[in-house]
């Protein structure tokens, strides 16, 4: 049955109702309903009335539209004894219905009045704390309980919940689904949220005297996992602190006495000896053997030997293993230095640049006499420095051997004259020389943090160092090899903040230009060489050291009173000047390499610098072999394919075939 309030003017509708009501007293034979309406307030006087006239008069004064069930029959009593307003009277039918054992379910407008046994079957609308509804409509909410086991509130709170109501515990998401009548379930929203109250003691610690509490969280974790207790607010909380080797254990009381009783049966003494072996993944075995090894001596230095128990670390180093046989307790503590070592160290990419320039300027001039004859001996006028040497071409002549004679270089002009028996011989030399360098060298080197590495490029030269000579007068010489060239040595130390302590070792060395006929025992080396100690910051640039150098060298070698004689004293001088100019600056960029990416960014970088020369000399071409390319690196790839051996590709290449670099793997 559909009741429609229509909009009755208040006098047809107050006919309406008192006929209405002298129908029902005449269809019941019950008494008659009095009702009293003085505007916005009725005074109810229903005795022994039709329940339909009691819903049909509030359709009408609340403008409520009402679905009925048939098996809404019955007769009531209401009476009130006081004037109620529009707004009071639909709570006062709400109970009515209640009392009645009916229920008021409300869904699109529209009230659907029906038993309260079939009620929780029905669409009942699901509310939130933010939905307001009214007392007596039969809702469902859905509360969520944040630090008890919501099953643990359901017996607490079923005899408050009638039996037409519905109340259920959802374990998954600790939730409690409550259907009944919209006052009840705001009296269970405020009653759970009394009892759903964090208590302080919620976390307690549980020290461990033999067990290792690392081992013992993992367990009890499985352990829980194992039984499916994965509730959101009743999970159990199990912390293990490797510092104190405790247990933080928190969650319901009740769990954590189980959980305690569990912990006391692991945490017992291992009889006899206890030995493990443990595997390193970054540190090497020998090291962290030698470091565990010095903590047992001071454990037995601290106990004294008596009382002190055995001790033995070992390392394996061809699997990177210590082997550990002590107590267990001692063996915790060490498992907890090894993972303190065990640990990725970081790696230091030096990049160094040795920038030289150069240049050299030089002017020599000068005049050599030789005057003498076959009996009465030879007189040379000879300068240091002058070449070639007068006495050496002389020596020459006499001996018919010029091979050994050093001309050195420039202009060289001699002649030789006859006066009887006296022979006269000249030799005039002249040398201008202009000489420039410019040199740089960018030599990088990456290595681990604290350890010792040097990166050498150059040749290895040979010196004499000694000559011995037998009974039998032969000559064995002795020689030593140096490495010529450009040396780096460096050690790294990061320290806190990202700088970086480096402690180098520079050095460029070559072999200076001789003349011919020079063996090695008169080879010389120039050589700039830094060692020093500095402090940069990571990505930073700092110049290690340099020198400037001007010298300006001017030589005059001549003959005591005819060398100054204005004009013609140029025949008895000899006379050089040297102008030479070096800047050096060595500078240095330490870059600090943590991880897999960074490495990798450097690894290209360089990489695609060495292509890109590559590149540039293909293009050039190779001098007079039109049919020969430049060899080219393929391209940069992280999963990259080395090109074939230089074996395999001269013998595919012999055979016509072509080989090409396989593809790269993304």
């Known amino acids: 049955m559909l009741i429609d309030p229509r909009p009755w003017p208040a006098a047809i509708r107050r006919a309406r109702l008192s006929l209405m009501g002298l129908l029902m007293l005449f269809l019941g034979g019950a008494p008659l309903l009095a009702l009293a309406n003085n505007g916005a307030e009725a005074t109810l006087n229903f005795r022994d009335v039709d329940i339909n006239a009691v819903i049909d008069y509030v359709s009408e004064e609340t403008g409520t539209n009402f679905i009925v069930d048939p098996r809404v029959r019955g007769r009531v009593t209401l009476v009130s004894g006081r004037p109620v307003d529009r707004s009071e009277l639909y709570d006062v039918f709400l109970s009515v219905l209640r009392v009645h054992g009916f229920a008021a379910i409300e869904s699109d407008g529209v009230v659907r009045l029906v038993p309260d046994a079939i009620a929780k079957q029905g669409e009942v609308p699901t509310i939130s704390d933010r939905v307001e509804a009214r007392g007596g409509d039969y809702v469902t909410r859905v509360i969520t309980v944040h630090h008890v086991d919501a099953a643990q509130l359901v017996p607490i709170l079923r005899p408050l919940v009638p039996q037409s109501g519905h109340l259920a515990a959802s374990p998954e998401s600790n939730t409690l689904v409550v259907s009944d009548t919209a006052s009840n379930v705001s009296r269970l929203v405020e009653i759970i949220g009394r009892i759903d109250q964090e208590t302080r003691d919620s976390m307690e610690v549980i020290p461990l005297e033999h067990a290792s509490a690392t081992e013992v969280a993992r367990i009890i974790t499985t352990m829980e996992s194992a039984e499916g207790r994965q509730r959101p607010s009743a999970q159990l909380q199990v912390i293990a602190d490797e510092r104190t080797n405790s247990i933080l254990l928190g969650g319901e009381p009740a769990r954590r006495v189980a959980i305690r009783a569990v912990i006391s049966h692991l945490d017992i003494p291992v009889e006899g000896g206890n030995t493990q072996v443990v595997y390193l993944r970054y540190a090497n075995a020998a090291d962290v053997a030698d470091v565990l090894s010095g903590l047992a001596e001071s454990f037995h230095t601290e106990r004294g030997t008596e009382q002190a128990p055995s001790i033995h670390v070992h390392s394996h180093e061809s699997t990177n293993a210590v082997v550990l046989n002590a107590p267990p307790d001692v063996i915790r503590d060490m498992r907890a230095v090894i993972r303190q070592l065990d640990v990725r160290r970081a790696q230091v990419l030096v990049e160094a640049v040795i920038a030289e320039v150069s240049s050299e300027r030089a002017r020599q001039l000068g005049v050599q006499w030789a005057v003498g004859s076959e009996r009465d001996g030879i007189g040379i006028l000879n300068f240091q420095g002058a070449s070639p040497s007068l006495v050496g071409v002389a020596s020459g002549l006499q001996s018919g051997d010029l091979s050994n004679v050093e001309f050195g270089s420039g202009l060289a002009l001699g002649g030789i004259g006859y006066s009887g028996r006296t022979t006269i011989a000249a030799l005039v030399s002249a040398l201008a020389s202009d000489s420039a360098s410019n040199i740089l060298s960018t030599p990088s080197l990456l290595t681990m943090d604290n350890e010792e590495a040097e990166i050498i490029v150059g040749q290895n030269v040979p010196f004499r160092s000694g000559r011995a000579i037998e009974q039998s007068g032969q000559a064995f010489d002795t020689i030593q090899r140096q490495d010529v060239g450009v040396k780096l040595m460096v050690k790294p130390q990061i320290n806190e903040g990202n700088a970086v302590k480096l402690e180098i070792e520079q050095e460029v060395s070559q072999v200076a230009p001789s003349v011919s006929g020079l063996d090695a025992a008169d080879l010389i080396t120039n050589m700039r060489s830094l060692r020093t100690s500095v402090m940069v ?130």
């Open 537 to 666: 910051d990571d990505g930073d640039m700092v110049v290690l050291g340099g020198l400037i150098d001007d010298v300006l060298v001017q030589t005059e070698s001549k003959v005591p009173g005819l060398g100054s004689i204005p004009g013609l004293g140029r025949l008895f001088r000899y006379d050089s000047s040297r102008k030479e100019k070096r800047n050096l600056m060595v500078f240095l960029r330490p870059v600090i390499v943590r991880d897999r990416s960074t490495q990798a960014g450097l690894t290209a970088s360089k990489y695609n610098h060495m292509r890109a020369e590559q590149v540039y000399s293909r293009e050039l071409g190779v001098l007079m072999m039109d049919d020969e390319t430049v060899p080219l690196l393929p391209e940069w790839d992280e999963l990259l394919h080395l090109p074939p051996p230089f074996e395999a590709s001269n013998q595919a290449r012999a055979a016509g075939l072509s080989i090409q670099p396989p593809p790269s793997r993304r």
